[in-house]
């Protein structure tokens, strides 16, 4: 799986939004990112993920570049609960046995 | 709709014991996967089931590590004779098959501190 890289922290304030950048120029054809994240004490969460259109669900939206060597999580109104650690993760979608590979992720700190 | 579950918790060994972690996977989920989690750290993969078939165990850092999943639902992570590095987070995660795999749905982990 190619290799991503992402800030170590970022901070926002509460209310606004909250864009994560995401660098992965090593990226395979058939390679999607995924977005996760993880707050303190809990398991990853899956938020989202795309090939190379733009991608929005309930929780975010993903915006990946047309070279497809970054994107950006975008959480459009920011709030405490969304204090956690981002992983950017690319992957074959359709391997069942393809692990996730973690990186070290952001540290996104919400703000009051 | 039910989630991951793991137990226990938190768990403390002395060095020297062997422990063992479960892990209800969501039901009908043919994939899990099994990663350890230092402090600090982003999660590494440990192994690998699809039903009851262990598949990949590449991850799993000694031959003191072993998994199973006998009848393609739950699965037990067994360490034997633990060491002060084997403390971390053990986190157990499921998914579907097809396009969505790569939609891993975690427990909260276990805790193991050695001591």
């Known amino acids: 799986d190619a290799k991503t890289t992402q800030p170590t922290s970022m901070d926002c304030a509460e209310g606004r939004a909250a864009n994560l950048p995401c660098n992965h120029s090593?990226?395979?054809?058939?390679?999607?990112v995924y977005w996760y994240r993880q707050i303190h004490s809990q398991g990853p969460q899956y938020i989202i993920h795309?090939?190379?259109n733009n991608e929005t669900n309930e929780m975010a939206s993903l915006i990946i570049t047309e070279d497809r060597k970054s994107s950006t999580l975008i959480l459009p109104h920011a709030t405490l609960r969304d204090t956690a650690v981002y992983y950017c993760i690319v992957r074959v979608a359709s391997n069942a046995g393809n692990m996730l590979t973690f990186g070290g992720g952001t540290r996104l700190m919400v703000k009051p | 709709g039910a989630g991951v579950s793991q137990s226990p918790r938190y768990k403390v060994a002395k060095r020297g014991q062997d422990v063992a972690l479960r892990c209800d996977p969501i039901s009908g989920h043919v994939s899990l996967f099994w990663y350890q989690q230092a402090l600090g750290q982003g999660p590494e993969f440990l192994t690998y089931f699809q039903n009851e078939a262990q598949l990949d165990k590449s991850g799993l850092p000694s031959d003191r590590f072993f998994a199973e999943r006998p009848e393609g639902s739950v699965s037990t992570l067994k360490i034997q004779r633990t060491q002060q590095e084997d403390s971390a987070v053990y986190l157990c995660?499921?998914?579907?098959?097809?396009?969505?795999?790569?939609?891993?749905?975690f427990g909260p982990g276990t805790r193991l501190t050695v001591t």
């Open positions: 995660a499921s998914s579907r098959t097809g396009t969505r795999a790569g939609e891993q749905y």
């Open positions: 090593t990226i395979s054809g058939n390679e999607y």
């Open positions: 795309g090939l190379k």
